[in-house]
C-alpha cells in the first residue's frame, strides 16, 4: 500500500503524482537548470559527544547552524512552515549530524515506534551523503521522532536500495519546542576520496506527515525527478583518511522441526533437530570498492513466499526476499525491456540455492531438498571517482541427492542437482557529469553434470553478454535508452532437445515457419534487442516517446535470469499529460496512454493494443487510480503448448484503486480488476482490500482480504495422443475461486527490540466443464475452431474421462480444491549495532482435493483439519568491525 512522504518512494519516483512511464524514466532522471547550490561548513568536533539525542554538549552550541529549508510538497518552492537548523561535525572515525526541528504543537508530532528499515508515516529527518560527490551516488540515513533507524542507497541520480544496511547509531529526543536528531556515521560506512580537503554532496530532508510537508535544505523541486544531483555542498572536511573497512558477521543457528509423516513412511522422522553455522564478509578495497562475502549462509528468518496456484505452462516469479542477494545488488538489475517493466531480467538472484528442478521417476517415498546448500556466494562492488562503476557476483550451491524408496523397498540416492557455479559481472561508465552511460554485462554457468542422469536434463554450460547505452540531451529532457543481450546454451543433444520443446521456444510447434526442432543439436543462442526514445525526462507537462522489445527465437536467460517468451517483436507509441500544480480540489494528476503491437518474427500478428492509465490526489490526500486495456487479439504461437497457433478474439481489461489519506490511524487500500472476452463468454474479476491499522504508536496492523473469480471457456487441459496418433488438444471452461487473507502485525518495545506475525490462508478451487477439442485453430470464428465434447462424445469414470473426437483419447479429470495456510513469527533483538538474535516460529499447513466447488467454510474446515508442519528456530549473529 502507497504512502504520501514516503522517502523511498519519493526516491524512486521522485515526483508526487507523476505516473512512471513505459520507459525507465526513473532511471534517466532529467536534471532541470538549478540554482547555485546551496552550501553548509563542517567543524572538527572539539570535546566529547553523547549520542543521545539532546544536542546540549558545546561542540553542538558551538558549531555553525544551516537553516533555509524550502517545501518539495504540497507548495513545491515555497518556505517551509515549520523551522529547521541543522549542524556537522566530523572527526577521524565519524560524521555527525545534529538536526533541530522546531514544532510548535510538539504534543502532535507523531513518534511512531516501528522495527528498523520500516518507512511509517511518522515525522522524520534523513540525512544523505554523496561522499564522492558525482552527483550520482549517495548514502541516506533517516531517524523518526521515535528514534526508529532507516537508511538506503542512493544511485544513478533517482534510483534507491532500501536493503542496504549500514552500521551506525543516532537517537532523538523531544522538547517544548519541537524534536532533535542526532546522528553518528562512521567514515567507514562511506567511500569518498583520500583528497586532504574533502567536498561532498549533502542533503537534509524533513517529513512532517500531519501536514504532508517534505521540506529539504537544498531545494527540490517537485517537477524535477533528479534527487542526488539536487543536493547542496558541505565543505570544511579535512585531513579525514578513508578507514579500513573489515566487518564479519559469524552465525548460528539452532532448532527443531515437528511434521506430519505418512504412515509406514521410511523417510522421514516427524520430529527431528536442526542446526548451523556461517559467516558474512565485508572488506573494504581501497576507497572504491567493497567485497561482500557469505559462506554457507542461511535464511532462516526470511518470510515465506505467498501462495499461488499456476494453471499456465510459465514458471512464476516469487520476489528475493534474502538478505545477502538484496543488499548493494542495484548494477546487477538488468532488465530485458528497456520500458522498466515486468520481471524478466538477465540476472533472477533466486535461481541460486533454488529447489532442484529435477524430481526422480518410479518411488514410493521420496525424501527430496527444499533448496541447494549455498556453499559460498560474493560480491565486489565499486565506483571510482572518474565514473566506473563495476559490480562482480559468484556463487557456488552443492551436488544436491534425494532419497527414494520403490514398491519393491529398494532404496536409492539419484542426483537432483549438480555441483553449479554462477557468475555475473557489469561494469558501467558515467560521461557528461551522468547524463550518458554506456555498460556491459557477462554472465556465465557451469554445472558438473559429467557422468549423471542430469546431463541429459540440464545445460553444462550458459553464457549472456550484454550492452546498454542510456543518453539524455537538451537539458535532459530528451532520453534514449537501449539495451542489447545475447545468450548461449551447451549441453547434450538431450537437455537441448528439451529447451527446444520449453514454453519459451516449442520449435516443435507444426505450424512453425521458421524455426524447426533439431533433436542433434547441442546449442543454441539467441539475441535480445529494446529502445526507448522520446521526451521523457524533466518536463513541465507532456511526455511521449517510442518503444519496443525484440527477442530472437532461440534466445534463453533461464539458466541464471527469468524469461518467459523468445520469438516476439512488441513496439509501442506513449503519451502522457501531467500537472503538479495543487489547485482547489487537485493536489495533482497525470494521465497516459499508448498503442502497441505484438508479434513474432515469422511475422505473426499476436495483437493491436490500446492501453491508458490515469492518477489523481486530491486535496484530502485521497489517491484515485484506474486504467484500461483493449486488445483486438490475433494468432497465440504459446496457448496450445506445443500445438499449432491458435486465433484468439479481442478482449479488454480495467483496474481501478483508491488509497486514504496516510495520516489517519486507518488507511485504506481498495483495489479492482476485470477482463472480458465477449466472443467465448469468458471473464474474470476480483477485488483487493488493504487496511493499514495504527492501533498504538508501537502496534501496526495490516489486514488484507482478496477475492478472484473468473469463468474461462480456453483453459488448457491436456494434450492426448488418440490411436491414430494423432493429438488433440483439450480446452475447458474453468470456474476458478480464489479467496486469500495476509494478516501482518508489527509490535515494536524498543527501536531495539521487535515482534512480527505474518499469516496468509489461501483458498483455491477449480471446476471445469464444457470441454472442447480444437479442430481449426487458424479458423476465424470462435465455434469453427472447437468441437464441444459432450453427451456420447464425453464419459467419465474413475477419473479419467474418455473423449471421441475423429479419435478415441483420454485425459484426467481436472478439477481441484487447494488449501494452504503459511504464517511466520519472529522476535528480533539488536543487542548490540549490527548485532541481532532472531527467534522464529514457522507454521504451515496444505491440503487438497478434486471436488472443484467452492465453499469457503468447508475448505477452511478442511485446512483446519490437517496435521501441521512447525519449525522452531534461535538465530544470533554479532558484527565485528574493524
Not at 538431450?494 to 519459451?504: G, V
Not at 488509497?659 to 469468458?682: C, E, L, M, Y
Not at 506475525?757 to 483458498?763: D, G, I, T
Amino acid at each position: 500500500m502507497s504512502r504520501t512522504l514516503c522517502f523511498a518512494c519519493l526516491l524512486v519516483v521522485a515526483s508526487l503524482g507523476v505516473t512512471s512511464v513505459p520507459a525507465a524514466a526513473a532511471d534517466n532522471a532529467a536534471i532541470t537548470p538549478v540554482a547555485p547550490a546551496m552550501r553548509a561548513v563542517a567543524v572538527r568536533r572539539s570535546g566529547s559527544i553523547t549520542i543521545d539525542g539532546h544536542l546540549d554538549e558545546r561542540a553542538w552550541t558551538d558549531a555553525p547552524k544551516h537553516s533555509g529549508f524550502t517545501q518539495r510538497q504540497p507548495k513545491s518552492g515555497a518556505k517551509a512552515d515549520l523551522e529547521t537548523r541543522f549542524a556537522i561535525l566530523y572527526d577521524d572515525a565519524a560524521i555527525y549530524v545534529g538536526v533541530w526541528a522546531d514544532d510548535p504543537e510538539p504534543h502532535r508530532i507523531r513518534r511512531l515506534l516501528t522495527r528498523r528499515d520500516v518507512d511509517a508515516p511518522a515525522d522524520a529527518v534523513a540525512v544523505a551523503i554523496d561522499s564522492y560527490h558525482d552527483k550520482r551516488t549517495a548514502y541516506l540515513f533517516q531517524l523518526n521522532a521515535a528514534g526508529v533507524q532507516r537508511d538506503m542507497l542512493l544511485f544513478d541520480d533517482v534510483s534507491s536500495d532500501d536493503t542496504w544496511d549500514a552500521v551506525w547509531t543516532g537517537n532523538v529526543s523531544l522538547t517544548d519546542k519541537g524534536w532533535c536528531a542526532e546522528f553518528r556515521i562512521p567514515l567507514n560506512q562511506l567511500r569518498f576520496s583520500n583528497a586532504d580537503t574533502q567536498e561532498w554532496g549533502f542533503q537534509v530532508m524533513r517529513s512532517v506527515p500531519r501536514t504532508q510537508e517534505l521540506a529539504t535544505w537544498s531545494p527540490w523541486p517537485i517537477t524535477g525527478d533528479q534527487v542526488v544531483s539536487r543536493f547542496g555542498v558541505v565543505g570544511g572536511i579535512e585531513h579525514v583518511k578513508q578507514q579500513r573497512r573489515l566487518e564479519l558477521l559469524p552465525y548460528a543457528t539452532g532448532g527443531f522441526s515437528a511434521r506430519p509423516v505418512e504412515a509406514g513412511d521410511p523417510l522421514h522422522d516427524s520430529f527431528g533437530m536442526t542446526g548451523n553455522a556461517g559467516l558474512d564478509l565485508k572488506y573494504g578495497l581501497g576507497s572504491a570498492f567493497t567485497l561482500s562475502a557469505t559462506i554457507n549462509p542461511d535464511f532462516g528468518q526470511v518470510e515465506a513466499d505467498p501462495s499461488q496456484v499456476n494453471l499456465s505452462a510459465n514458471e512464476l516469479f516469487f520476489s528475493e526476499r534474502r538478505p545477502f542477494f538484496l543488499e548493494g545488488t542495484d548494477l546487477f538489475r538488468l532488465p530485458i525491456s528497456t520500458t522498466g517493466g515486468g520481471v524478466e531480467s538477465v540476472f533472477y538472484s533466486r535461481r541460486i540455492g533454488a529447489a532442484p528442478g529435477v524430481e526422480p521417476d518410479n518411488y514410493q517415498y521420496l525424501d527430496q531438498p527444499t533448496s541447494t546448500r549455498i556453499y559460498t556466494a560474493a560480491k565486489l562492488t565499486g565506483k571510482t571517482r572518474d565514473g566506473w562503476s563495476v559490480g562482480v557476483l559468484d556463487a557456488v550451491t552443492g551436488q544436491e541427492s534425494a532419497t527414494i524408496i520403490d514398491g519393491d523397498g529398494n532404496r536409492a540416492e539419484p542426483i537432483v542437482a549438480p555441483l553449479t557455479n554462477y557468475a555475473l559481472a557489469r561494469v558501467k561508465r558515467d560521461l557528461r557529469g551522468g547524463k550518458t552511460s554506456i555498460g556491459g554485462s557477462a554472465s556465465a554457468v557451469h554445472r558438473a553434470l559429467a557422468d549423471t542422469p542430469l546431463e541429459m536434463l540440464l545445460h553444462d554450460q550458459a553464457y549472456t553478454a550484454g550492452a546498454q547505452l542510456q543518453h539524455r540531451s537538451d537539458n535532459n529532457a530528451w532520453v534514449a535508452t537501449m539495451n542489447l543481450f545475447g545468450s548461449y546454451v551447451h549441453g547434450a543433444k538431450e537437455a537441448i532437445a528439451r529447451t527446444q520443446r520449453s514454453q519459451r521456444h516449442l520449435f516443435q510447434r507444426p505450424d512453425n515457419q521458421h524455426q524447426h526442432f533439431d533433436p542433434e543439436r547441442t546449442s543454441m543462442s539467441g539475441l535480445a534487442f529494446g529502445y526507448m526514445a522520446g521526451k521523457l525526462g524533466d518536463t513541465k507537462r507532456w511526455r511521449y516517446g517510442v518503444g519496443g522489445d525484440v527477442r530472437t527465437a532461440g534466445l534463453e536467460l533461464n539458466d541464471l535470469g527469468f524469461q518467459n517468451s523468445a520469438d516476439r517483436a512488441v513496439n509501442f507509441i506513449y503519451g502522457e499529460y501531467h500537472n503538479e500544480t495543487p489547485g482547489p480540489n487537485v493536489l495533482a494528476w497525470s494521465f497516459n496512454a499508448d498503442v502497441f503491437a505484438v508479434n513474432t518474427l515469422e511475422p505473426r500478428l499476436g495483437s493491436l493494443g490500446f492501453e491508458c492509465n490515469g492518477r489523481v490526489q486530491l486535496v484530502n490526500y485521497w489517491t484515485l487510480g484506474a486504467g484500461c486495456n483493449l486488445e483486438t487479439g490475433g494468432s497465440s504461437p504459446g496457448f496450445l503448448r506445443g500445438g499449432p497457433a491458435l486465433n484468439l478474439d479481442a478482449n479488454g481489461s480495467f483496474y481501478a484503486n483508491i488509497n486514504t489519506d496516510s495520516r489517519k490511524r486507518v488507511q485504506a487500500f481498495i483495489g479492482s480488476f476485470g477482463w472480458h472476452q465477449p466472443s467465448s463468454q469468458s471473464s474474470q474479476y476480483g477485488f483487493d482490500v488493504g487496511l493499514q491499522i495504527q492501533a498504538r504508536s508501537n502496534i501496526d496492523i495490516f489486514v488484507g482480504p482478496g477475492v478472484q473469480a473468473r469463468n474461462d471457456a480456453l483453459q488448457f487441459v491436456d494434450a492426448a495422443g488418440d490411436e491414430r496418433g494423432r493429438t488433440h488438444y483439450v480446452l475447458g471452461r474453468i470456474n476458478q475461486m480464489i479467496a486469500a487473507l495476509t494478516l501482518r502485525v508489527n509490535w515494536t518495545f524498543s527501536p531495539e527490540i521487535t515482534l512480527q506475525a505474518y499469516a496468509q490462508p489461501f483458498v483455491a478451487t477449480g471446476r471445469y466443464s464444457e470441454f472442447k477439442d480444437v479442430v481449426q485453430p487458424g479458423a476465424a470464428q470462435f465455434d469453427d475452431r472447437y468441437t464441444i465434447l459432450d453427451g456420447t462424445a464425453l464419459s467419465l469414470s474413475d477419473g479419467v474421462y474418455s473423449a471421441q473426437s475423429g479419435g478415441r483419447f483420454q485425459f484426467g479429470r481436472p478439477d481441484f480444491n487447494f488449501r494452504q495456510l503459511r504464517s511466520t513469527v519472529v522476535f528480533r533483538w539488536q543487542y548490540r549495532p549490527g548485532s541481532t538474535v532472531f527467534a522464529i516460529w514457522s507454521h504451515g499447513r496444505t491440503s487438497a482435493s478434486d471436488d472443484g466447488r467452492f465453499f469457503l467454510g468447508r475448505d477452511l474446515r478442511g485446512l483446519g483439519e490437517v496435521d501441521g508442519e512447525n519449525l522452531v528456530m534461535v538465530k544470533a549473529n554479532y558484527w565485528i568491525g574493524f
